[in-house]
């Protein structure tokens, strides 16, 4: 269940930076940030990305790590591909989840269970820009001259129960998703970095089938 909420949990990414979030500051201008984050997200149909994941378990001296493709397209549809070191494919078409692990394939209603009900929202939030305005979250937004960092502390029940905070980096450029990172209450955290991205790229719609 949680690695399944940690993969889902990737369209809207971040990293912790601890404490007071080291050579980041208050964003001076939180209705201007908000404006103007919604108006990129809005302009952005399709991202195209690879990505790094970083797991820390806390029973652990070393990092997890694993590569893969990362495709989104409005309106929500999000595939993850692993290909290293092992293959794990989770697609997400609107309230439709299909994971296959190995020859393992399994398909879970979004609306059947409030907490990925919850999840899918934030992923909807952070893809139309307006992640500011979950209730499910209390937020704050850092930065630095290259990046804003979004803070996601949840209050809803579910997502506080998993996760202490979730860290939404962008990329002030274009807004786009640079990184994130789940912290749970057990001590494990998980990290996602987005590499090559290609906004609006042209992505067929047969990449997010679900049968």
């Known amino acids: ?32 940030f908000k404006a103007e984050f919604s108006a990129a997200t809005q302009k952005t149909s399709s991202i195209k990305s690879d990505f ?29 591909e692993y290909n290293h070191p092992y293959q794990y494919l989770m697609v997400l078409n609107k309230d439709k989840i299909f994971i296959k692990d190995g020859q393992k394939e399994n398909k879970i209603s979004a609306r059947s269970n409030k907490l990925f009900q919850q999840i899918n929202k934030i992923m909807i939030d952070c893809m139309q820009g307006t992640a500011l305005n979950n209730p499910d979250f209390k937020t704050k937004v850092f930065e630095n001259k290259n990046n804003s960092l979004i803070e996601l502390t949840p209050v809803a029940k579910g997502l506080k129960e998993l996760f202490k905070n979730i860290n939404v980096i962008v990329d ?7 990184s994130i990172e789940m912290q749970e209450l057990s001590g494990d955290n998980t990290l996602i970095r987005f590499t090559n991205k290609e906004l609006n790229a042209a992505i067929p719609d047969s990449l997010f089938t679900i049968k």
């Open 1 to 32: 269940m949680r690695k399944l909420i940690s993969l889902i949990l990737v369209l809207f990414a971040a990293i912790s930076l601890k404490a007071q979030y080291t050579g980041y500051s208050p964003v001076a201008d939180l209705a201007k």
């Open 52 to 80: 790094v994941q970083e797991k820390n378990l806390s029973m652990l001296s070393e990092k997890i790590t694993s590569k893969g493709k990362f495709w989104f397209k409005k309106e929500s549809m999000v595939r993850m």
């Open 172 to 178: 002030n450029k274009d807004f786009s998703v640079t």
